[in-house]
């Protein structure tokens, strides 16, 4: 499996023995977040070229997973943003974090890394 490069460094730094802070631990609302939003975000970037505008594809992206979301994370809102759409961007923060999403893109664009390409190919 491939590494991202902060995987490596800290890889490197434990090999040597560095005194480094604990790995981070995501959380049971993370997880959830992730079992709900991950896979469909990876597809539908990667059904839509590699990249794709957050307009073309915010609607089709709710329509996806709504039905694993509760009434209020659909229709609740976090500050000027839906539940549900506040949840769907801190997935692609640690998307980012993972190197699956390009973090480089203009603002209201996602666009897939060669290593998320290779996992949303693999998606069943």
Request: glycine share 6%; proline share 6%.
């Amino acid at each position: 499996p491939h590494e991202s490069s902060a995987e490596t460094v800290r890889r490197v730094l434990e090999g040597l023995k560095a005194n480094l802070p604990p790995k981070k631990q995501r959380s049971l609302a993370s997880e959830r977040r992730k079992e709900i939003y991950r896979d469909e975000i990876l597809r539908l970037i990667f059904n839509h070229g590699g990249e794709i505008r957050i307009a073309d594809f915010k609607a089709e992206l709710l329509k996806l997973v709504s039905p694993r979301l509760t009434e209020t994370e659909i229709t609740g809102r976090k500050g000027n943003r839906e539940i549900w759409w506040f949840d769907a961007e801190a997935e692609r923060a640690e998307m980012v974090r993972e190197d699956l999403v390009d973090p480089t893109t203009p603002r209201g664009y996602w666009k897939l890394t060669p290593q998320g390409r290779k996992k949303a190919k693999r998606l069943p």
